[in-house]
C-alpha cells in the first residue's frame, strides 16, 4: 500500500466557513461534509480514498485568496413590480436580477427550504421555480455538488448567477480557479449562520406547538411588516394553517439576532467589509430614515416594500445593474450603507457567552436553548409583536426624530 500524505484542512475550527469548495474539487471524491458536536459542517478525509494530491487545499478562498473587489457605486435600490417585492425580504432585488437571467434561458443557483425544510443550493432554469429563492434565509444551506454543477454549465456556455453569502461565493470563485464571463455572481450582507441541525430542531418545536406538519416556512413576512418576523405555515388534521411567528419570542430567531448562534469562523469572517468576493452585494438598507429621508418623505420608496442596498463591485456587476429595468436605482455612497450594516466593515464580535450556549447545546440540545432563552424579560419578549401594532408613519416619524 502506497503512503500518502493526507491533506489538513484547517487546525482550528474558525478556519473552516463549511462552503463545500473542497469536497467538490477532490477528483475521487474523499471528502464528506460532516456535523461536529453542535451541526456545523466541517470537511472530512476518507484516507483509505485520498491520493495526497493536494487540490482540495487550493480551493480554500477563506484560508488562500484576498479579495481585490471594492465597490465601484452602492445604490438604494427595489423591484418596480410590487407583486414580486411581497415575496422577498427586502426591496425584491434579487427577482429582478433573476428573472433577467432566466429570460436569457440562464440558470440561477440559491437557497430554498425543500419538501423537508432543509435549507440547501439548487439550480433553476424556469422563473415559476423562482419564488422559493426569494426572501431571507437565516441557516446555513448545503451546497451539495452546486460548484461542479456551475462549472458544468459555463464550460457548456450557459448564463449562470450564483448567490450564496459571502463565504459560498468565494468558494465557487476558489473551486473555479479563473473567472467566466458568463457567471454573475451575488452574495448578502452576511452578519452569521446558524447551521441546519439547529434549525431543524427548531421547526421540530413549532410542530409539536402546533401540534401539525410544517409545509413552509418564511424567514420574513412583510404582512408584519418590512423587519426580522416570519411566518409558518403547517398542516392539521387535512387543513393548512398560518402562523405568524415574532422574532422576540422565538428563541431561534433570539439567538440569530444576539449573535450566539453562528460558525466560529462567521466571528472572524474576513469578507465582512468593503472587499467583497461576489460581482453585487444585497442587502436591506437598515437607516434609510436617517441616510435618505428625502426618499422615503417624497414616495420614491416606500419602507413596507422593503428597500434594499445593492452594490456593485465589479464592472461586470455594475453594466448589469445598469440594464436591469425593472430595477429602481437611486444612488448613494458606501458609508452611508455601512452605518446601518456595519457587517460592510467589520465581523460580528463573539459574545462573551457563546462558548457556554455552544456546551449547553452540546449537552441538552435545542431544548436548553430554548429553555435559557425562555427566561428573558418580559419587554424583551414581546418586543417584536409590541412594535408590529405600531403604525409605520409612527414608527418612521419615532425613527427621524431620533435620527436627528
Known sequence: MTLVNIPILYKKEYECCGCGACMNMCPVHAITLLENDVGFLFPQIDDEKCTGCGLCKTACAFQNIDEKNHPLSTYVAANQNKEVSKFSASGGVFAAIASAILKENGIVFGVILDEKINPVHVGIDKNSDL??????????????????????????????????????????????????????????VCHGVPNSKFFKEYIASLEKRFDGKIVEFKFRDKSIGWGKNGRAIFEKNGRTYSKKIYASESPYYACFLDDISFRESCYKCKYASDKRPADITLGDFWGIEKEHPELLKNGTFREQDGISVVIANSEKGQQFLKSCKELKLVETVFAKASNGNPQLRMATKMPEKYKELMKLYSEKGYAGIESYINKRPFYKKYESRIKSFIPVSIKRFVKMKIAK
Not at 450557459?158 to 455572481?185: E, H, I, M, R, W
Open 131 to 188: 419564488r422559493p429563492m426569494q426572501g431571507s434565509k437565516y441557516v446555513q444551506s448545503y451546497i451539495g455538488w452546486t460548484y461542479s454543477e456551475v462549472k458544468k454549465l459555463l464550460n457548456e456556455g450557459k448564463t449562470v448567477l450564483f448567490s450564496g453569502t459571502p463565504c459560498q461565493v468565494a468558494g465557487l470563485k476558489g473551486y473555479l480557479k479563473k473567472d467566466y464571463d458568463n457567471l454573475l455572481t451575488i452574495d448578502i
